[in-house]
DNA sequence: TTCTGTTCTTGAACACGTTCAAAAACAGGA
DNA sequence: TCCTGTTTTTGAACGTGTTCAAGAACAGAA
């Protein structure tokens, strides 16, 4: 299953008229917005036909999942030097979130455009969609990368849940980054830094006898639901 | 400002008009879904033409606005009675939300369509604009009543923020109950069960000197970002 | 070079949500 | 009853995302 982007298979000139159409779509949305820029518009910017962007790309929000994609493979290196150079799980895992926020910066407006079918697991552009599974493998696997070999020992039987119950927390960050309309996204840093915290602290606490009947509930809960979910699978 | 639907100024005639343009367009919605639903087929449904449609109800998901809406007011009196029986907070938060998804239930697909601009606190039908204040608040009353005269002593500083709280994580369970595809929803069933009794108990431990500085964390990061959030204030 | 199948490109046409100017229906005062 | 302003109703027209049949460009075989 090809995800997202229809062809690859491009001869070299293909693949230019696609980033072509690509970059026009991008310029567009950032000078405008989603919604103010018409699929005719991204066609006459890039100097081709209606016909030729959707040979390329299944809908217009897909043009804003491909660069997405673009995106979380650019981010991997960076996010695996910035890992290099700490140990501390706090700042490991504030190393990865910042990473992509950087990247995501100039784009925060019309990323909102992705997350407009998120809830529907059906949808090809979900994040949790079977399309989008591989980009978010690789987005979790940044996580679990974070986890090992971090300062904090973890609970054995809650460990094969944290990749994805971060990224789930990821997600909850972006969404908000994204509709925060505070000066400098402000309000994101402050809801970062603090839960952050909080995450942290629940993980050190977890391992006490005083929270195990709650990390017991936890567990099963995240049995429950992880069962039979493929896309979370 | 009038929220979400337009004139209830209305002779009898007109709401008349008004609630048989609502009730094909809700039966159509059951029958075939949301997407597969035209604007032109409600009108021919209802026997009035487009305009009519627009003239009651600022877009098509403003009809399912509007189903939420009476909805909302439908369940007070059935909340109320239900509260009324139980003194402990479980089984009086539990009580809230099973209303709802009893009343929900054969609307469970076309919900659906509300959660799609969910995100943006912009949009009119964000459970989070301006425009649905009111529903929100009197949803949000349900879990502070919920609240008062449990068997369970709160920590005061918490007390505040807890309708939020509890309204945030009731949002959740919908959403994921809306895409719960197994057999009777069972999935959100677990979900409910488990995650219940964790924010019970969390709210249990609280209060001990163990989870201070989460608790202490936990109300900073409230009020961080809960101020200057006219939506959720 | 010519032929043939594949890849790429085109733009008219379609579907559907939405708008709006015009008309019909109505209310109530003279 | 007639007149006047308001409410309600109409449906043609518009904008935009998307489809698709037809053709152009191209690659490689003969």
Request: hydrophobic share 45%; charged share 25%; net charge neutral.
């Amino acid at each position: 299953m090809e995800p997202i982007s229809k062809p690859a298979r491009g001869t070299a000139k293909a693949e230019e008229t696609r980033s072509r159409i690509l970059a026009a779509a991008l310029n567009l949305f950032r000078e405008r917005g989603f919604d103010q820029t018409t699929m005719r518009d991204i066609a006459t910017a890039a100097g081709v036909a209606i016909g030729a962007a959707y040979y390329y790309f299944e809908s217009k929000e897909a043009l804003v999942m491909a660069f997405y994609q673009e995106a979380n493979i650019a981010f991997h290196e960076g996010i695996e030097a910035a890992l290099e150079r700490k140990t501390d799980l706090r700042a490991r895992l504030r190393a990865v979130i910042d990473v992509k926020f950087e990247y995501f910066g100039p784009n925060r407006k019309f990323l909102g455009a992705l997350l407009r079918h998120a809830a529907d697991p059906d949808h090809p552009l979900s994040p949790f969609s079977a399309e989008t599974r591989e980009i978010r493998e690789l987005d979790m696997r940044h996580f679990s990368q974070a986890l090992d070999s971090s300062n904090l020992r973890l609970p054995e039987d809650l460990r094969p849940y944290l990749p994805k119950l971060l990224w789930l927390y990821q997600m909850s960050l972006i969404l908000f980054w994204i509709y925060d309309r505070s000066e400098g996204q402000a309000r994101t840093e402050r809801l970062l830094e603090k839960s952050l915290a909080i995450v942290v602290n629940l993980l050190k606490l977890s391992k006490s006898p005083f929270l195990r009947p709650v990390r017991r509930t936890a567990i099963e809960l995240l049995q429950a639901v992880s069962e039979e979910t493929p896309s979370l699978a």
